[in-house]
């Protein structure tokens, strides 16, 4: 298959890139740089094949697709700063880039008959109670402007498309750009007592992992909405950050024990720096994969160890 994917300098598209050679699909990267910016690994180099592409500008994208036509485009590229997003002067790029940046990719899509997949959030929800979200709820109450800008992309591509896939993921990681993980070993290394939030429940996925399986999925014509996360249950950005320590020191980094390092946990209230609310229920039923035939993800423990072992620290 041919396969155009958005947002390659980004964590989640580097991977899907480099499953995508693994499997010898034919993979062309695309993100708004001149030039390919992200590292240079594995399968997928700045030599493969990249073309610069403005998502927001219709135009752009009609001549770029028409002239790649590809047999599916995996739609990876977003505005993902939660917080930054809330500010006025940000809030039209953000919803220039989510919701009519993909609008704009669906179009096309259409009219090129190809599948899209696109990948979405749990900030689509409220995030209020404990039961896990559903992927064919259609119960949004997004709590900000990223979760709203992400909504009317959905939206849109489920209006405008038949052949579509809509994976909502959670809590992201990956070797190719800034996450949770990479932000708590940096400030582990300049403060000896860290608080993190205890009351905000979610499952990690960690992107080298995502992509196999989207990889899966876009083989298929299973089409409709997924939840899409790693395995081994729901935690708090508390528990996240003790197992990452605990897997950091057994990797003989003493710098992360208790003696070094403690971590407390705090309410979102008690915590209270972000500009952007954030859903306290992050919780996503994956069982629609299994439903469906597809291999779930390794467990989040197990992907942490890996992805400890890939990046300096």
Request: glycine fraction near 8%; charge should be negative.
């Amino acid at each position: 298959m041919k396969i155009l994917v958005t947002g390659v300098a980004g964590q989640l598209g580097h991977d899907v890139m480099n499953e995508l050679a693994g499997r010898d699909h034919e993979g062309i990267g695309s993100d708004l740089a001149p030039e390919y910016s992200g590292i240079a690994d594995g399968s997928y180099v700045t030599t493969a094949d990249y073309v610069s592409m403005d998502i927001t500008d219709r135009a752009s994208v009609a001549e770029t697709l028409l002239k790649i036509n590809p047999d599916a485009v995996i739609h990876c590229a977003a505005w993902t700063a939660v917080d930054a997003a809330e500010d006025e002067d940000k809030k039209d790029t953000v919803y220039a880039v989510n919701a009519t940046g993909t609008e704009n990719i669906a179009a096309v899509c259409k009219d090129l008959d190809c599948k899209m997949m696109y990948i979405s959030t749990d900030y689509v929800f409220d995030g209020q109670g404990t039961t896990p979200w559903q992927p064919d709820c259609k119960d949004y109450k997004p709590l900000n402007v990223y979760g709203a800008s992400k909504l009317d992309g959905e939206l849109a591509v489920s209006e405008i498309l038949d052949k579509y896939f809509i994976v909502r993921i959670a809590w992201v990681f990956g070797t190719n750009g800034k996450n949770f993980i990479r932000t708590m070993l940096n400030v582990a290394k300049t403060h000896d007592k860290l608080t993190v939030v205890s009351d905000q429940i979610g499952t990690p996925t960690y992107t080298f992992d995502l992509a196999r399986l989207l990889v899966d999925m876009i083989e298929t014509d299973k089409y409709g909405y997924y939840h899409a996360t790693n395995e081994g249950g729901y935690i708090s950005w508390y528990d996240f950050t003790k197992e990452i320590f605990r897997q950091a020191v057994a990797l003989g980094r003493t710098e992360y024990d208790e003696n070094h390092v403690t971590v407390s946990p705090v309410t979102t209230e008690e915590y209270g720096v972000s500009k952007a609310a954030r859903p306290f229920n992050s919780r996503l039923d994956k069982s629609k994969l299994t439903a469906n035939g597809f291999t779930l993800l390794p467990t989040w423990q197990d992907a942490v160890a890996r992805y400890l072992k890939e990046i300096e620290f």
